[in-house]
């Protein structure tokens, strides 16, 4: 069986032919005779041999040529190149879209063979005396010419002669072979390292000669003259390979001439190539099929599942509008013998096996993984868990010492009032109203500030005049006292700052509960940060157009970043990639900003806005406001709420460049009671 799959030539026992008619279509009538062309009284009637016979010739055509018996002829009287040429001129007829020389190169390839149907020489001879008589002329089709092409027009229909022959003479070989069509084709990769078509134009030459005498009558028909065109019947081209690891048959092309489809050629020559002692032992048979030769390939075993051809992608590279189809060979004749039950059984058992061990080692990577998954989430949990309850402590000890603060400053408010009134001599009644504004809720500690603030004005005016306030003891103290006032003028701002947060959270119906300020940490920015933003502010349009608005964003890193935003200012890390734009959000209302802060802070920022653009349109990738405007206000990133309330609340300014804001202090807040729009709740 080996010298069979790698010598250069291979010839197989001879086959009979029978014509089998298709019994799924109704038997059409004879169609009518085609008038004489020459002149011949011979009619136009179809001369059909009832059997035909033919020898299979397995040819490596590459190696063949390239030996040093390229001269011994592989069919008598035939010479080796003409042979290649023929088999070229079959397949050209049958693809015609695929081109001379990719098929030349398919057939030369390294690795390809090709199985030849040479038809029976006496019956070739017979054939030709019939139908072209020695001193006559022949009108008859051509079915009845082996090969001959001008006579195709019983088979053409309503084609006419002057189209057809346009056609034709668009292809060296289009009048080779005039009767064929391939079943199916495909290729492989292939250097051409020899020009394998040399003396095509000379082979093409010699079959119109030899044609031309038919028609004449000049030829009288013998085994030593006969042309290669009048005998060759059918061939399919295939290569052995390998593809990870797997012996692989390609079946490259296969093509039967028209005039012989119904004869079961290709039933034959497919039944060969799958055979492995001509073939040699493989895994899997592939065939690139077209959508009209599916069907043929699906009758003799073969399968276009699409997992199934996956891996054999690589050889998928030169074809397109073609479908990848294989074949598996069954265990009995594998090795290329007889088959044995024995061995078959074994080949069955050892195939079993296999599969048995990889679906173990298959679901043994699966529960590993789903293991090792299940402990990580597991791990992760304990690890949240531990976080949570860290960060509760840490939030009892952070009230109480909130609560303890606000004692601290209470007392030490009482301690610096008490100084005053025993310094400026202030009446009972006056003390008696601030003591019972401080034991008040906050709200009246602006009534507090006034009065410190008269009080001051009544020290700088005594300081005018020249008069002299107590001891110099008193002195140091009456200056410690201005510069508490001014302290405690400041802190009346971060207490204004807080009531109006408070005031715009408790317009939202959405937030249940009351909301409380825990602390204010205002902004110590460099100078560097403020200089930026006194620069940029005045290369807007409208410098003067400045607000305090509450910056939409921080949610990436809550916690550094936002200590970090108090010192060092805006810039682009802080950019939220909204459906707007990409650069700063704000809003007027917190309420709203608070949907994209850290959980319980939110910082409060300066922004210059300028000139400003009303937006709707939304762009993910705007990154400049439009021409002639410094920032853009929006509707907002986040949807009216059930509640009713207005699309004003949900607007939100963007700017687009980072010194265009500057923060102002960051506000840090809770909800006390029911739940919260914000999932914030004590």
């Not at 008193?474 to 009346?492: C, I, M, N, P, Y």
Request: net charge negative.
């Amino acid at each position: 069986m080996a010298s069979l799959s790698e010598s250069l030539t291979t010839k197989l026992p001879p086959v009979k032919f029978h014509c089998r008619q298709d019994k799924t279509r109704p038997k059409k009538p004879p169609p009518p005779p085609p008038d004489d062309q020459d002149g011949a009284g011979v009619t136009g009637k179809v001369l059909r041999a009832p059997d035909v016979t033919a020898s299979p010739v397995i040819v490596d055509f590459r190696r063949l040529l390239q030996s040093s018996k390229s001269c011994i002829d592989v069919v008598p009287g035939v010479p080796n190149r003409d042979l290649l040429h023929a088999v070229v001129a079959l397949y050209d007829g049958s693809l015609p879209d695929v081109g001379e020389e990719f098929l030349y190169a398919t057939v030369c390839a390294k690795w390809s063979k090709t199985i030849l149907m040479l038809r029976d020489s006496g019956e070739v001879v017979e054939e030709l005396c019939k139908s072209h008589p020695v001193g006559g002329t022949s009108a008859t089709s051509s079915t009845q010419d082996s090969g001959i092409a001008d006579g195709e027009k019983g088979q053409q229909g309503g084609r006419g002669a002057d189209e057809k022959k346009e056609d034709e003479d668009k292809r060296r070989f289009a009048d080779v072979f005039s009767d064929s069509d391939s079943s199916d084709g495909s290729s492989s990769d292939s250097e051409e390292e020899e020009d394998f078509s040399a003396g095509a134009d000379d082979f093409v030459q010699r079959v119109r000669e030899r044609r031309q005498q038919r028609r004449d009558g000049r030829f009288q028909p013998s085994q030593g003259n006969l042309g290669i065109e009048s005998r060759l019947l059918a061939c399919a081209t295939f290569e052995r390979s390998y593809c990870k690891g797997e012996k692989v048959v390609q079946l490259h092309l296969i093509a039967v001439r028209r005039r012989y489809r119904k004869w079961g050629m290709g039933r034959y020559l497919l039944k060969q190539v799958k055979h492995p002692p001509v073939v040699g032992t493989y895994d899997y048979l592939i065939v690139h099929a077209d959508s009209s030769a599916t069907d043929f390939f699906e009758r003799f075993g073969f399968s276009d599942d699409v997992v199934l051809n996956s891996r054999f992608n690589e050889f998928d590279e030169q074809w397109t509008n073609t479908t990848m189809m294989c074949y598996i060979p069954p265990y009995a004749g594998l090795n290329g013998m007889s088959s044995d039950p024995e061995l078959d059984l074994k080949a069955m058992e050892l195939e079993i096996r296999k599969l048995r061990e990889k679906s173990l080692d298959a679901y043994q990577c699966q529960m590993t993984c789903v293991m090792r998954i299940m402990h990580e989430i597991v791990t992760l949990q304990a690890k949240l868990s531990a976080q949570g309850d860290i960060i509760h402590t840490l939030q009892d000890k952070n009230d109480q010492l909130q609560m303890d603060k606000v004692a601290q400053d209470k007392r030490f408010l009482d301690y610096k009032l008490g100084v005053m009134r025993n310094m400026y001599g202030s009446k009972q009644e006056s003390d008696a109203n601030l003591s019972k504004d401080i034991d008040e809720d906050t709200s009246g500690l602006n009534t507090l500030v006034s009065a410190l603030e008269e009080e001051l004005e009544k020290i700088q005016q005594a300081k005018d005049a020249g008069l002299t306030v107590g001891s110099q003891e008193d002195k140091t103290v009456s200056r410690g006292t201005e510069d508490f006032l001014s302290q405690l003028a400041h802190t009346a701002e971060w207490w204004q700052v807080a009531d109006d947060f408070r005031r715009g959270m408790k317009k939202d119906s959405d937030i249940e509960g009351i909301v409380e300020v825990t602390n204010i940490t205002p902004a110590e920015l460099t100078a560097s940060a403020v200089e930026s933003f006194h620069t940029w502010r005045q290369k807007l349009q409208d410098p003067s157009l400045c607000m305090k608005l509450y910056f939409c964003g921080g949610l990436e890193h809550p916690t550094s970043r936002m200590k970090e935003l108090i010192k060092y200012g805006f810039s682009e890390q802080d950019f939220s990639h909204g459906t707007f734009g990409v650069g700063l959000y704000f809003s007027k209302h917190p309420s709203k900003a608070a949907n994209f802060c850290p959980l319980g802070k939110i910082l409060l920022a300066e922004v210059v806005l300028g000139k400003t653009e009303s937006v709707v349109k939304k762009n993910h990738t705007r990154r400049t406001p439009p021409n002639g405007y410094d920032s853009v206000v929006t509707p907002g990133r986040l949807l009216p709420s059930a509640s009713g309330d207005s699309m004003v609340t949900n607007q939100e300014y963007l700017v687009f460049h980072p010194d265009q804001a500057i923060p102002v202090c960051l506000i840090e807040y809770k909800i006390v009671g029911q739940s919260a729009t914000n999932g914030q709740s004590k």
